[in-house]
């Protein structure tokens, strides 16, 4: 299964409720039996009354999955769980998908989990059961319990590419930078390199400082994909790292410049422009990035900061004052701007700047 099946099925929790409704045509759909057939509401009234008189007289745990259904279809949900709990079959582990999923839908996960708990004893090293009880912790907000399932998973069934995504996902969530290489190690062993499994190398190697790996990573994310922004500003970072300066700012620029919608790209652009004081440049790269994303603190930061150097003293105020609000230790940059106005005989600049330093306050 790839990453974006994995991705489809964590969104579409609910397929194996086979139940929807055409509230315009007064109609609905219910699977029954494996064919799905579309009924009036009086026509599934009449479909129940039919399985209720048939199960009186000769129980079938299929006939009781499908009266549950009709339930369901028809919001009576008491006697829908009731019917579906009669037509468990613990040989058929999918019986039970279709009673949590009804749980999960109303994020009732502690039922979910405590349905799905009931067939896992007898049937321990099944993955989509495991698979179901840690995205239901993760649902409910038990990331350490969903870590646990997921590498269960990954115990019994080690070809099981979902749930290493799915663990590197609550990895990443947690910022935990070492696990995340160690789970991409694996995805990268078992299921061989990807677009993705190489970018993220490239990233968690750069932030953490092993250069050597992360410009393997980086150099093989770029060969594999060259149209992503990302892999190119990494490739550029570990190489400023390294000190090849030269090659470094031509990766960034160039990259900036063929990517002027990228956040990331323009902001260590505007980072490299303002470090050779380049304050024109700069103020460009950091505007583009901005553009994309007003609450980026370090584009807000860059932009002010440059616009200050080439005296658009007045243009920097909303710029300072945004960057203040994202983080309120920015105001001592916005301090410092207002006493250099002090120093350099701009009073009435000083006093905007002062003035507007009061609204970090608000």
Excluded at 74 to 99: C, M, Q, R, S, V
Excluded at 167 to 190: C, F, G, M, P, T
Excluded at 334 to 350: G, H, I
Aim: with cysteine; aromatic share 10%; hydrophobic share 35%.
């Amino acid at each position: 299964m790839s990453y974006q099946q994995h991705k489809a099925k964590k969104i579409k929790f609910a397929k194996n409720v086979c139940i929807s409704f055409f509230l315009l045509t007064g109609l609905l759909s219910v699977n029954l039996q494996a064919k799905t057939q579309t009924l009036s509401h009086a026509e599934a009234q009449k479909k129940i009354q039919e399985l209720e008189k048939k199960l009186k007289q000769d129980e079938s745990k299929l006939d009781w999955r499908t009266l549950g259904k009709l339930y369901l279809a028809l919001k009576n949900e008491d006697k829908a769980i009731k019917a579906l709990n009669n037509g468990l079959d613990d040989t058929k582990p999918e019986t039970y998908f279709i009673l949590s999923d009804y749980y999960k839908s109303k994020k009732q996960y502690f039922d979910e989990i405590r349905v799905l708990n009931i067939i896992l004893p007898k049937h321990p090293t099944n993955a989509e059961i495991l698979l179901r009880i840690a995205q239901s912790y993760e649902s409910s907000g038990k990331n350490n319990e969903a870590m646990d399932k997921y590498k269960e998973i990954i115990k019994a069934k080690k070809d099981f590419e979902p749930a290493y995504w799915s663990l590197l996902e609550l990895y990443q969530k947690a910022n935990n930078h070492y696990e995340s290489r160690v789970v991409l190690d694996d995805i990268i062993k078992i299921f061989g390199p990807s677009q993705k499994s190489l970018a993220l190398m490239c990233k968690f190697h750069t932030i953490d400082s092993y250069y050597d790996a992360a410009k393997t990573y980086c150099q093989a994310a770029v060969s594999n994909d060259p149209k992503v922004p990302e892999n190119h500003i990494y490739l550029g970072l570990v190489l400023k790292y390294q000190n090849e300066v030269v090659k470094s700012e031509q990766i960034i620029l160039k990259t900036a410049k063929d990517n002027p919608k990228n956040e990331f790209a323009q902001q260590v652009a505007g980072q490299i422009l303002e470090e050779q004081s380049n304050w024109e440049k700069a103020k460009n790269a950091f505007s583009f990035c901005i553009s994309n994303n007003s609450k980026n603190l370090i584009c807000q930061k860059g932009i002010a900061n440059s616009m200050f150097q080439i005296g658009m003293y007045n243009e920097a105020i909303p710029h300072f004052t945004a960057a203040c609000k994202l983080d309120r230790s920015s105001i001592t940059d916005f301090k410092k701007m207002a006493t250099s106005l002090r120093l350099n005989k701009k009073e009435s600049l000083a006093a905007r700047y002062d003035e507007n330093i009061s609204k970090c306050y608000d």
